[in-house]
């Protein structure tokens, strides 16, 4: 599932658990309340591997406290199951977070190899191409559209591949854009933008073509996409 897509719901379920603390107000339910506020700055900073004995330890110092209340028991473990949702579904925002933080540096790290390779520009590997575009199309905006952009020598030339190539990765906003090339076409993904600036990149390519010796003849289709399977032929 969308990482991105969950965390409303998480978000939504530590509200609504902690909205209940106060409104329900069982018995032990201050001492609840309390925890549930100070765990906060623990979920939130203690390091990864401690958060689960963290509320382990939290959800076993309640129910302990909740059988002490023989009376009110039922009413008190329910309290400290609201504190636990509560609990439970802040780790996993946090976790969720941490993870897509995580994910972001090693994309970003990995984008940067698109820049550099023995001080030249370079087009990523398709593997590369399609980790970059499905972390790309996750994170885009509804109202956001991302383009593909197949540009098809009409002579399948290594050479005519090589300068579009060169064409292309001079063409586009390198901190967003992504590049590759497979069976005898090169394949742009520009991000969240409109037709008309699809369309300035597409002049600046066929300007950059055109300043060539011998510019290459060549075939350009773009299709707005949603998901990495709708890049077709970049696929099969």
Known sequence: MNKVKILPFLISLA??????????RWPLYEQAVAAAFLSVPFILLLPRKWLPAFLFLVLIAALGRAVQEPADALTSIGAYFLLSVF????????????SLEEETIRLE?????LLQKH?????????????????????SKRKERTWLMEVTPFVDCPAQISEL??????????????VTSRNGAVYVLIKGTGEDSV????????QIMDA???PARY????????????MGSLLS
């Open 87 to 98: 609990q439970f579904s802040l780790w996993a925002v946090s976790e969720q977070l941490k």
């Open 212 to 214: 060539t010796s011998e």
């Open 15 to 24: 509200l609504l658990s902690g909205a209940a603390l106060l409104y329900f």
């Open 165 to 178: 190539e060169r064409a292309a990765l001079l063409s586009i906003v390198r901190q967003r854009d992504l």
């Open 219 to 230: 075939e350009i289709k773009k299709t707005a996409i949603t998901t990495v399977g709708e």
């Open 119 to 139: 001080g030249e520009l370079r087009a990523l590997e398709l593997q590369e191409f399609v980790e970059q575009a499905l972390w790309m199309l996750k994170t």
């Open 199 to 206: 369309q300035a990149l597409v002049k600046r390519l066929e």
């Open 109 to 113: 790290e990995q984008r940067q190899s």
